[in-house]
């Protein structure tokens, strides 16, 4: 498993904790609200369109209010939705904060937790799929690390270098030296892939060898070592 992937997973994991972050200020935060917020009928005088991420509109609630004084009030809801989760002259729960009016949001499930069901929920997954990016680098990185101590040396014949286009960073992909040799633990021929490189090794190594490093009690674990070719700048 490259660095690649480490990377990967760091990226996943920072803006899944940010995302999942906002979801929880949001929530605490509307708690927070709801144990000092008074409730008030409103109705719904409008719709304010918006435009939405795909290019589409979104609709989001603009209501009328008065607060327990008799001042009336007028807020926009800061969530939208397609289709419109309201209609014009809809009557609404409006949830407020006595010393600050101001602050007031529509007494709906969808109105108080969408965003942090959104934000948590997206931030969760970026998380869980960062930390398994993470951890599939690890596995690997100690992999390595027992076959370069202990693994079994055989010399495979080299049948090809190419892109693995199911990588790219930066619009650049790396390669992979492919090998085969007969594997010690089946008695069959097998093949071998190295761990992504930054060079194009094909001149280098056409008819050549490369030392591959094996486990006999698990065909599917292996190593090419490229290191007589490739430093650590270069792996990817």
Known sequence: MSKIFLWI??????????????????YIADQQMAETALRAPGTVIALDRRRGSEGGSTYAPVVEWTDRDGTRHEFTSSTSSSPASFS??????????PAKPGQAK?????????????FG???SLFAILGAVFVFLFLRRKKTVERLKLSGMRIEAEVTRCELDRSIKVNSRSPYRVHAQAT???????ASFKSDPIWLDLSKELDGKTVPVLIDPNAPKQHYIDLSQWVDDSEKA
């Not at 997973?9 to 949001?26: K, R």
């Not at 529509?106 to 959104?118: A, C």
């Open 121 to 123: 929920g997206m931030g």
């Open 183 to 189: 594997h010690p633990g089946t008695g069959k021929l």
């Open 106 to 118: 529509i007494d709906s499930f969808g109105q108080r937790f969408m965003l942090p069901l959104v």
């Open 9 to 26: 997973g760091g990226i996943f994991m920072t803006v899944g904790l940010l995302f999942a972050g906002i979801g929880g200020y949001t």
């Open 88 to 97: 014009r002259g809809e009557a609404v729960t409006v949830m407020y904060d």
